[in-house]
């Protein structure tokens, strides 16, 4: 049966950087990890303490080229309030040979770029770091997540617009 076969496997991925492909160029991407922020509560009559969510932690990604550009690096120590977009791509086979697009969205700055060690007959690579403020993804164009400063959609719904309502936002 086709549906015991894996499924969306990722085969290929790249990013564009400022809207420039870098195809050939990035050898790997990180893309921010989603992490609730908690806080231990055990509060009066309560016999034992539980987790409260009270937020998420701050979004970060990287990638490294096997390049040393100057159209990327030339993106590190911009003026603060400067962002730029960053778009991941990847595709997602099945081994019945369905192919399905996944395209993270990023916006934020270059925090930090590392040249690495350059080394005559090897390779050098040059890793660069993320700080996100806007991450989106999608997978067979179907929103998945969706987080800002402000909020989270999760498949679409805002899981805080009930406070936005209550701050009156």
Avoid: C
């Avoid at 990287?62 to 962002?83: C, H, K, Q, R």
């Amino acid at each position: 049966m086709a549906s015991e076969q894996p499924r969306l496997i990722l085969r290929n991925a790249t990013i564009f950087v400022d809207r420039i492909s870098r195809v050939g160029q990035a050898r790997e991407v990180t893309l921010p990890t989603p992490e609730v922020t908690v806080e231990e509560f055990r509060n009066a009559g309560m016999i034992k303490a539980r987790d409260v969510n009270l937020g998420y932690a701050k979004l970060e990604a990287s990638f490294v080229e096997t390049a040393f550009d100057p159209a990327v690096i030339g993106l590190f120590g911009l003026a603060p309030g400067v962002v730029k977009d960053f778009l991941v791509t990847g595709a997602l086979v099945d081994e019945d040979g369905t192919t399905t697009s996944a395209v993270a969205y990023l916006r934020g700055f270059l925090r930090q770029f590392d040249p690495g060690a350059w080394e005559a007959g090897s390779k050098a690579e040059t890793t660069f770091n993320l700080s996100v403020h806007e991450f989106k993804l999608e997978i067979g164009g179907r929103s998945i997540i969706e987080m800002d400063d402000f909020d989270i959609k999760v498949n679409g719904v805002s899981q805080y617009q009930s406070i936005r309502n209550a701050l009156l936002l």
